[in-house]
């Protein structure tokens, strides 16, 4: 059956009783327990009754119920508190720590086992080998500590006889990589005496029942621990001889190698020894009765015989550089022999423990990622009241005084006073604080501790009753002290040796005799210098201090009790640094049985404990808070006004995020921080942040893709820029190539024409063509600029004839053409005859110039020839007969002109195409026969329609025949094959109906 199946019974958490009485707690808790509940949660303190038997509520199914729960998600276990006090440490990424407190028998040690069980179980999920071998450690080298640490005594057959405070380091992934141990003040009067009904230290029990025959005669023991005095009076039990297997084999999980064991085991062997060497009185000197048991102990601890047995009968005092030995009394020979036992079974311990924090060392920070986090675990001594109480349950006493110090501070002070500081209405709650007792102890000058000092240090004959006096004499009105002395009426009080203090847990008499031998503890240096040179390394390695030199006078170590409140101050700071959880173990009854509840008892220990302030201080107060930066930054991404980034302030963020999850009900708003009143409020607000997470990964990856892409984008820029500087730098450059090239270039006759271009990069080709237009212009412009204005209108023609006729057919434009042929004598006889009539036709037609004129032969409409002379005007063509140059008909418009046809030879063949099919086919005819002229009359009539018309003449060269119309008739006119000169009088001949063959004049 688990935990959850299970009914519950009376309340689960005090806070909702109805009624906050000590008694209405009591009863609350005897409930559960009869049912078998025996964690009640106290807000997020765990109260836990201790059952005396086994219960089957922390198996694996019980702990995955708990693994990552909110504290209150589940009915009150040890499990929740520890996945708390584990969850905090993830989530804030701080230490914690878990205080368990309660008094001897209560189950403090047990509640720190199931601890660390849980923790081991919900850890290393990856199965890593280091931490697997770690939490190993962890949890077997509880049982080395419980056998050398541990005792029954009459309230707990297993009581740790010293305190432990252990911390666990996790890595950031949360696995447990290291510890350490610490102890506090071992219990070591226990190795040579015990109360009545109790026993020494598990250990020696269990050598004598676990070892092995050849072991115990190895040591010289036997088997019965009846035969040794330090243990003769204990008892032994059942699981002994069990529990020395374990610790054979933790020791061997632990790494202590085989000769290590076997020093241990002699060290433990030689104390049982050494209890029942024997001393008499022998006139004024004492002797040892049992010669051979000493050698035993020398031969066990491997130390020199002679010397061992000087050291534990005399002393060596050294003063001022002189050294005598100095003969013990009886009595002062059993105190050494005493003490020495009692030193190296402390050493032994103190050794273990290093041992074990040696091989859980956390690797150092720098080899780990990220933060190495803390949680503590306190388990130490519980508040013991015996029948006689002596120097060590002062220590523990006090010890259980500073713890409950530390409580109050955090759980009932400061969260008041945070209250009153942050502004939240609070009427405070009542309690009841220990301060006064602390200071009663510890007080630096004025303390029983002090006091106890001052006494060990003066030399003369100060006793445990001067120590009395003086503290009667101080703390006679001290509410929490008493004597006989300072209350005479109190019988139960012994003159001169008891005095009493009124802890918080109850009142406790102590007997002051040996208060300050044990204070002092001495150990003297001869024993120290003997065992330094022991023969055993490890020994001699436990006691470094003996290689003092014996004329050295050696300082004077702490006492014991200063040394032990120091270690307290130490450890309630450290455990402030952190975060605390706490466990309140309660005792039900004094006979360990498992079904009796004493409510007398357990009522005490709910008043001492503060049980009822810790409910009332809950109920009203507030079971979360946090600086509203820290909530703000945990909880922005379940608003959506929060998230991403809020703008205002940190306090209205939070606000923004109680408003939107309707808790505004729950919630109070200090000055610097957000306080909520139930764990439910902040377990809904880590169920919403766990449901938004993935959402987050999300916008991650997206941010994360937006910022490769912008790596990418900038890449891409850079490339380009690349790519500008090259280009840029090819065009800059071919420009300079260009201006280097043609340089002067004006200068030149041919201005550059002959130079050659470089080679422009692809982008610069359209400039290079776009510049060599330019330059084309501009040398022609050069070019022209040499031709006289009047010329340029016969450059035109030149240039319009030639780039018709390139190519195709000769062209010959050299010289001056003259245009107006007829007007020259040269070509003309009768020139004044053709000039008069001309003049006649210009002012009856009104043009101007005469482009060009010529003595013609032409092919008329029966395909025969006519002599004439033609004219071309800017409007027209006129023929002319050519003895008195009359028009016979009108003029040809050059409106109607559509293309020329001219042969590809050198014959003055031409034929103008128009568009009424009329074409004129005529010859031209010069007086200087290797003049050509068709390229002269080619290019004016182009210019003219050009400039006329705006369009341009098509121009046809023929090789064999030109085809032509003749009014209606297509016809053609054959070439000469090989046509000489131009000029001369060219002839038509007609062939057949539609074939005429041309020939160039002579
Ligand atoms: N949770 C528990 N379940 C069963 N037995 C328990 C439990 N807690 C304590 N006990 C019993 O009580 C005894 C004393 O407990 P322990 O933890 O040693 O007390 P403390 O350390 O407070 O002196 C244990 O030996 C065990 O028998
Ligand atoms: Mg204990």
Known sequence: MTVHEGKEFGVGDLVLLDNITDEAIAQNLKLRFEKGKIYTFVGEVVLSVNPYKQLNIYGQDVVAQYKN?????????????????????????????IVISGESGSGKTEASKIIMRYIAAVTNIQ??????????ILIQSTCILEAFGNAKTNRNDNSSRFGKYMDINFDFKGDPVGG???????????????????????????LLAGAGEKLLSNLQLKRDFKCYAYIKDGSSASQDKADYNNVAAALSALGVTGPHVDTIWRVVA???????????????????????????????????????????LSRTLAARGEVMDKLLTHDEVF????????????????????????????????????KNTVIGVLDIYGFEIFESNTFEQFCINYCNEKLQQLFIELVLKQEQEEYQREGITWTPVEYFNNRTICDLVEAQHNGIIALMDEACLNVGNTTDQTFLEAMDKKFAKHAHYASRQTAPQDKTLVHHRDFRIVHYAGDVVYNVVGFLEKNRDPIFQDFKRVLYNSKDQLVAEMWPEGAAHKTQVTKRPLTTATAFKNSMLALAQKLQQKEPHYVRCIKPNELKSSTLFDERLVHHQIRYLNITQNVRVRRAGFAYRSPYKRFLQRYKLICAQTWPN??????????????????????AFGKTKL?????????????????????????????????????????????RTIIGAYRHYKVRSYLQQLTKTFKG??????????LRWPDPPKTLRRFSDYTKAIFNRWRASKVLRRVPQEEWQQVRTKVAAYEALKGRRGCDVTGKWQGNYLATIHDNADSSAYVQSLNTLRSRDSFKLALFSSFVVKLNRNMKQAERAIVVTEKSIYKMEPQKFKCSKGPLSLDLLTGISVSDGNDQLIVLHFSNKMDLVIGLKSPNARQDRIAELVGVLITRIRQAYKRDLKVTVCSREVPCHLGRKSIRILLHSSPPNGGGSPVFHKHSSDTVAFEPGA
């Not at 009904?197 to 269990?206: M, P, S, T």
């Not at 809020?646 to 919630?667: N, P, Y």
Request: aromatic share 10%.
């Open 69 to 97: 729960r909110e504290i209150h998600e589940r009915p009150p276990h040890i499990f929740a508190l520890a996945d708390a006090a584990y969850k905090t440490m993830r989530r804030l990424n701080t230490d914690t720590c």
């Open 127 to 136: 199965q890593r080998a280091e931490i697997e071998r770690v939490k190993n």
């Open 180 to 206: 350490n141990i610490e102890n506090y003040l071992l219990e070591k009067s226990r190795v040579v005496t015990q109360h009545s009904g109790e026993r020494n230290f598990h250990v020696f029990y269990q």
């Open 270 to 312: 030689a104390i049982l020894h050494l209890g029942n060497i024997a001393f008499k009185k022998d006139g004024d000197t004492v002797k040892v009765v049992n010669e051979d048991v000493l050698k035993t102990v020398t031969k066990l601890l491997q130390i020199d015989q002679k010397d061992f047995g000087q050291a534990l």
């Open 335 to 370: 105190y050494a022999r005493d003490a020495f036992a009692k030193a190296i079974y402390e050493r032994l311990f103190t050794w273990l423990v290093k041992q074990i924090n040696e091989s859980i060392r956390p690797l150092s920070q720098s080899t780990t990622y990220g």
């Open 646 to 667: 809020f703008s205002g302030s940190d306090r209205d963020g939070c606000k923004a995020i109680i408003e939107a999850h309707r808790m505004g009900q729950d919630a």
């Open 675 to 719: 306080f909520l009143r139930s764990p439910q409020s902040v377990h809904y607000l880590e169920e919403a942040r766990n449901a938004k997470l993935p959402e987050l990964v999300i916008l991650l990856q997206r941010m994360w893709r937006g910022a490769i892409a912008r790596r990418r984008y900038k890449q891409m820029l850079a490339v």
């Open 745 to 754: 270039v004006e200068r030149r006759p041919d201005f550059g024409k002959s």
